[in-house]
DNA sequence: CGCGGGTTTGAGCCTACTCAACAGATGTGG
DNA sequence: CCACATCTGTTGAGTAGGCTCAAACCCGCG
C-alpha cells in the first residue's frame, strides 16, 4: 500500500535528459496506481477496453491461448514498460495480460496518451521507441522459435530476458528473476513442460545453470551469447541515447 | 515508370473521413516514390538508417537471418503499408527487408514521420493503428508455430495473408496471389521447403488448394476459418472504423 | 543446350511429443 | 494443525511429426 519512492518508469528514462514539463507530465500519467496480485488480470481478452497499462512494478505477460492447454506466452513486461502500444488498431483487445508476479500498474485511456503526442511529442516518441524494442525482440524470439533447438531456445530465451531485466532494473548480474512455471517457459518457446523440465536439468547437471527458486544463475552466460550469436537490442537502445538517435533529432 | 493514378494509402484509409488538409498531408509523404525490382533490398539489416518506408505497391517481406540457411519471414508488407514502425527504438536496423515483388516504394526520415505528430496528430494516430494490426497478427502467427500442427500452420498462414489482401486491395476473391516459393512459405511458417510442398501436394490432392502460379484457390475457406477458430484482424479494425474508436476520440 | 532455381518424391532418422506415474510443494478449509 | 486437493516438478517408455539426405524432374533463360 505505501507509496513507491518514485516512478520505475522515470529512472528507466533517467538516462534521457528530460526537461520539468515532461517529467511532471510523466508522473501525471503515473497518477492512481493500483495493486495487483499474481495471476490478476490487467487486461482481459474478448473485452472492449481503449486503456494502455504503465507497469510500476512487478511483472506481467501476455498470452494467446486458441484451446484451454494450447497458449503461447508472446509478451513479458516489467517495470517501466507500457503495455498496449500494439493493440492500438484493435476494438477489443486481442490477447490476455496477467500479472505475472504481484506489482502495481497505472491504467490510463488511449485518450490520455494520444493527448501526450500533442503537448509532449518529443515524450510519445520516446514511449513509442522503448515499446518498439519489445517487438525487436519478439522477432528475434520468433527466428529462435522456428529455427533453433529446443536446447538452444531455451537459452535464447534466458539470456533475451536477462537482457531485459537488465535495461529494466539498472543492475546487472547473471542471477536473475525467473517467475515462471516450467510449463509457462514452453508457453514462451513452444515447447512442452516435460521437454524444458529435460533441459533445464541437463543444464544444471552441465553446471551451466543454478536454480534456487524463484531465481536461476546462468554460470556460462558468454559462452552462450557467443554460441547463439545473441544480440542484446536493449543495450543498442541504450548507446543510443546517448548520442541521441530519436529524441535529439527535432533540434537538428 | 508512368505515375499511378493514386495512393493505395489513401485508398486504404478512404474508409476514414480524411480532411483536405489531411489528406495533401499524406500526399506530401509519398512523394518520390522509387521503382524497386523483385528481390531488391528495401533495407539492409545492420546498416544504420533512419528511415521508414511507405509502400506503393508491390509486396515485401521482413526476414530475420542468423545463419544463411537460417531464416525466417516476420512481416510480410503490402500496398498501402508502413514499415518501419516497430524499429523506431534501434538506430542500426535490426532486419533486412526486401521487395517480395516489383513495386514501388517511398522512403522518409523518421523525423518527418514524428513531424506529423505535430502537424496532423490523428492522421498519426491512424497509422500507428494501422501499423499495429500487423503486430497482433504476427502474435497470432506466433501462436500458430508454437502450438498448430504443420498442416494447420500452412492453412492459418494462408487464410491470415488472404485477410490481408482483402483489407489492403478492397477486393474479395478465394483465389489470392502467393508469390512466395515454397521454401519461403517455409520459412514464415517454421518449416521446410520439403515439408511445405508435401502440405500442398496434399492439400491439392484433397481439392482444398488449387494452384495456378503464382496464384491458389482457396477452395474450403470457410470450413478453415471454422476449424481454426481464425480471427480476422483486419475486418474487425475496419468496423472499427465505421464506429470510430481511435480517430473520432478526440471530438468528444 | 546446359544451367540454375524451384518442385517433387522416397527412405530413414531423430527431436520433441504423448502417456503414465510419482514425488514435492503449496495452499486451504475444517 | 492436520488432511486433502491441486499445482509443479521429475523420470521412464514408447511414438510420431517433421527433419535430413539424396535424386530426379520441370521450366524458363542465357
Redo the contacts with the bound molecule.
Sequence with gaps: MERQSHSAFLSRLSRLDLTIPEREALEDLERQPEERRGRALVFDAERPDDRIAIMRSGWSAVRVRTDPGRTTITQIYMAGDVIGFSDLGVGTLPHETTMQTSGSVTLLSRTKLFALIITHPRLFETLLSLASIDTVVLLDRMHAITR??????LQHFLLSLKAKIDHCSLQRSDRILLP???????DA?????????????RF?KSGELT?S?PYVRLNTRKAWEERLNFRNRYSEFDENLLKPVVSGRHGS
Tied chains: 1, 2.
Excluded at 180 to 186: C, L, P, R, T, Y
Excluded at 195 to 201: A, C, F, M, S, T
Design positions: 533453433f533447438t529446443a536446447e538452444d531456445r515462471f512455471s516450467q510449463k509457462e517457459i514452453g518457446l513452444g515447447l512442452t513442460e516435460i521437454y524444458v523440465n529435460r533441459l533445464v536439468r544444471e536454480r527458486r
